[in-house]
Nanobody, 122 residues
Framework: QVQLVESGGGLVQAGGSLRLACAAS????????MGWFRQAPEKEREFVAA????????DYADSVKGRFTISRDNAKDTVYLQMNSLKPEDTAVYYC???????????????WGQGTQVTVSS
């Protein structure tokens, strides 16, 4: 079983950037496809981005496409989410998640981190 810990959240002004990291322990990250999700107050959790085991395939929600970039370093057992041109509507708790599948997916994640808060001020 893998444990996930997110970091890198914080307060940033609109138009700014943040880089989130998700560090894995317990098992190598290379056997998991990874995803980032977010949940704003009083809203459902939503998909943000996903990346395949080797990093060759990525998928993004339309709301972040062109602004966010997901990447991974399997040697460091870490997945990243680079967030640029941030908007107040990006404010949420961001979670990383892992699933032992061969394909990129927006569904069916088995392991979750505790989340990191991202707040974008206008």
């Amino acid at each position: 079983q893998v444990q996930l810990v997110e970091s890198g959240g914080g307060l940033v002004q609109a138009g700014g950037s943040l880089r989130l990291a998700c560090a894995a322990s317990g098992r190598t990250l290379s056997i998991y496809a990874m995803g980032w999700f977010r949940q704003a107050p009083e809203k459902e959790r939503e998909f943000v981005a996903a990346i395949s085991r080797t990093g060759g395939i990525t998928d993004y929600a339309d709301s972040v496409k062109g602004r966010f970039t997901i990447s991974r370093d399997n040697a460091k057992d870490t997945v990243y989410l680079q967030m640029n041109s941030l908007k107040p509507e990006d404010t949420a708790v961001y979670y990383c998640a892992a699933t032992p599948t061969l394909v990129v997916t927006r569904l069916r994640y088995d392991y979750w981190g505790q989340g990191t808060q991202v707040t974008v001020s206008s």
